[in-house]
């Protein structure tokens, strides 16, 4: 048997009256015929409402007009990594207009369906959203529709100031493992001159303080 729930809404009086006026024509009875009707009612609504939703966002996401061009170049200029959801909001309020549905058309639909921002977590004690920048869909994504002259000249973005995310990835990989590897020797035997030495290999120059610094870190972690 389906689960379902009990709700409690204020409606108008008049469709109410004619909602259940059709149920009962329809069945003789509102018991238990009334939640059913309710429920297909709503479910058919949600799937117009989302075709029209789908429609209409993927026409905005392929022709873009100045404002969202203008948006994600203020975005990844500023704040290429993590923003607060309430920046975006009083950019948006501020450039574009205060009416709700502009800020929903270009932070909800926009921003965050098109996957440009990523909801990450709420700041402890507010109610305000911190908000992952990505950067990368960004960038392919002016691309598209922006000379690359023009994103540096006119908008002053350079493509290789930018870290991919998987070289950022990488990156912190190779570093973890240098750190995994020096700390293994320390523990070997090996002294902090000789670990230099084999991790200048690696093409990474650190100083002895560096290294020592990096095992203690290393030690503490594996002891909690």
Do not use: C
Request: hydrophobic letters at 35%; aromatic letters at 12%.
């Amino acid at each position: 048997m389906t689960y379902k729930v009990q709700i409690r809404v204020h409606v108008d009086p008049e469709i109410w009256e004619a909602f259940k006026n059709y149920v009962f024509s329809k069945y003789g009875t509102l018991h238990k015929y009334l939640g059913d009707e309710i429920s297909r009612a709503m479910k058919a609504y949600l799937k117009d409402s989302q075709n029209a939703h789908t429609q209409e966002f993927e026409h905005m996401i392929s022709k873009p007009n100045k404002k969202h061009i203008k948006l994600l170049v203020w975005l990844l200029k500023n704040y290429p990594a993590e923003v607060l959801y309430s920046i975006v909001k009083d950019y948006i309020v501020d450039n574009y207009g205060i009416d709700k549905r502009t800020i929903k058309k270009y932070l909800h639909d926009f921003l965050i369906n098109g996957g440009f921002l990523e909801t990450l977590k709420p700041i402890r004690g507010n109610t305000d959203l911190i908000l992952k920048v990505n950067a990368d869909r960004i960038l392919n994504y002016l691309s598209k529709f922006v000379p690359e002259k023009e994103l540096r000249e006119k908008y002053g973005i350079y493509r290789e100031a930018f870290k991919p995310t998987e070289e950022v990835k990488e990156e912190k990989e190779s570093k973890g493992s240098i750190k995994t590897y020096a700390t293994g020797r320390y523990e070997a035997g090996d002294s902090i001159e000789e670990i230099q030495d084999k991790i200048s290999d690696f093409g990474l120059e650190l100083g002895k303080k560096a290294i020592r610094s990096m095992i203690r870190k290393v030690r503490r972690e594996s002891a909690v």
